[in-house]
Nanobody, 115 residues
């Protein structure tokens, strides 16, 4: 079982920045893939960015060049640095872990970008 706890959400103005954190209950180096998803009101949850245990990253086109996913293995923490935020980035952001065929989710953290 893997527990994930997100933090760092909040209210920010258009063009601002936030950094989300997700701390895992186990050594994240043992997790195959970590990811950030988001869900806007009335919409389906969508993939934002992924990072593998080998460090390969991928981003949705809508955040490419603005968001950066990274990990700190010493702290067992996943990050999402979000710059140049837009109102369309508003939503609940979820941390996700895929480990040996099992999927785990955090409880989510709210990000609101005002225009």
């Amino acid at each position: 079982q893997v527990q994930l706890v997100e933090s760092g959400g909040g209210l920010v103005q258009h063009g601002g920045s936030l950094r989300l954190s997700c701390t895992a209950s186990i050594n994240i180096f043992s997790i195959n893939t970590l990811a950030w998803y988001r869900q806007a009101p009335g919409k389906q949850r969508e993939l934002v960015a992924t990072i593998t245990s080998g460090g390969t990253t991928n981003y949705d086109d809508s955040v490419e060049g603005r968001f950066t996913i990274s990990t700190d293995n010493d702290k067992d923490t996943l990050y999402l640095q979000m710059n140049s935020l837009k109102p369309g980035d508003t939503g609940v952001y979820y941390c996700n872990a895929f480990r040996w065929g099992h999927v785990y989710w955090g409880q989510g953290t709210q990000v609101t970008v005002s225009s």
